[in-house]
């Protein structure tokens, strides 16, 4: 079974710092997107930041300029790092990828079991 396996979340201080990282574990042939998705309190689920299937990077517009999403050489793990966090900001993130999965090659949508970001004031 394919799994998204989150680490990096918890509180910080206002204006600090905080880098997500997500690993994708299980039996899969590639990865065709993968990124990460917020959702603030009493708000929808949005686009954080991720990679797209050409290798582009995507941004939600509410976060832009203050996330940096990267990726490591086997593009099987991806990092967001989260700077000047405010404490409006607090979110779940979610770790989220299209994964080709073993052994039918079929595309399967697979999220991680969610992430707290919190800033105090």
């Known amino acids: 079974q394919v799994q998204l396996v989150e680490s990096g979340g918890g509180l910080v201080q206002a204006g600090g710092s905080l880098r997500l990282s997500c690993a994708a574990s299980g039996r899969f042939f590639s990865i065709l997107s993968m990124g990460w998705y917020r959702e603030a309190p009493g708000n929808q689920r949005e686009l954080g930041a991720g990679f797209g299937s050409g290798g582009d990077t995507n941004y939600g517009d509410s976060v832009k300029g203050r996330l940096t999403i990267s990726r490591d050489t086997a593009k099987t793990t991806v990092y967001l790092q989260m700077n000047s966090l405010k404490p409006e900001e607090k979110a779940l993130y979610y770790c989220?990828?299209?994964?080709?999965?073993?052994?039918?090659?079929?595309?399967?949508?697979?999220w991680g079991q969610g992430t707290q970001v919190t800033a105090s004031s």
């Open positions: 989220n990828a299209m994964i080709v999965v073993e052994p039918t090659g079929t595309a399967g949508n697979v």
